[in-house]
């Protein structure tokens, strides 16, 4: 099992930066992927920025090139770097967890999240 508590979130203008972390109960150096999801008020979650156990990334179009999701396997930490924030960022931002076992079967382990709110 993997605990995760992010931390970061908060009010901000736009076009101002805020940077969330995402802390795990264990080592995250062989968890196959750590990812950010989003849920706006009454929409769906949805990925935001993945990271792979061999430091790949990925982003959602609407954010590549002002988020950046980074690692530190040495303090079992994950970031998303937040920058010229829009209204349309606002939404509550989850820390996801995909581990696959020695059998292959995945699990998935979800932070509490944390809300971001950007104001114009």
């Known amino acids: 099992q993997v605990q995760l508590v992010e931390s970061g979130g908060g009010l901000v203008q736009a076009g101002g930066s805020l940077r969330l972390s995402c802390a795990a109960s264990?080592?995250?150096?062989?968890?196959?992927?750590m990812n950010w999801y989003r849920q706006a008020p009454e929409k769906p979650r949805k990925l935001v920025a993945t990271?792979?156990?061999?430091?790949?990334?990925d982003y959602v179009d609407s954010v590549k090139g002002r988020f950046t999701i980074s690692r530190d396997n040495a303090k079992n930490m994950i970031y998303l770097q937040m920058n010229s924030l829009k209204p349309e960022d606002t939404a509550v931002y989850y820390c996801?967890?995909?581990?696959?076992?020695?059998?292959?079967?995945?699990?998935?382990?979800w932070g509490q999240g944390t809300p971001v709110t950007v104001s114009s």
């Open positions: 990271i792979t156990s061999g430091g790949s990334t």
């Open positions: 264990r080592n995250i150096f062989s968890i196959r992927a």
């Open positions: 996801n967890a995909v581990v696959v076992d020695s059998s292959d079967s995945m699990y998935e382990y």
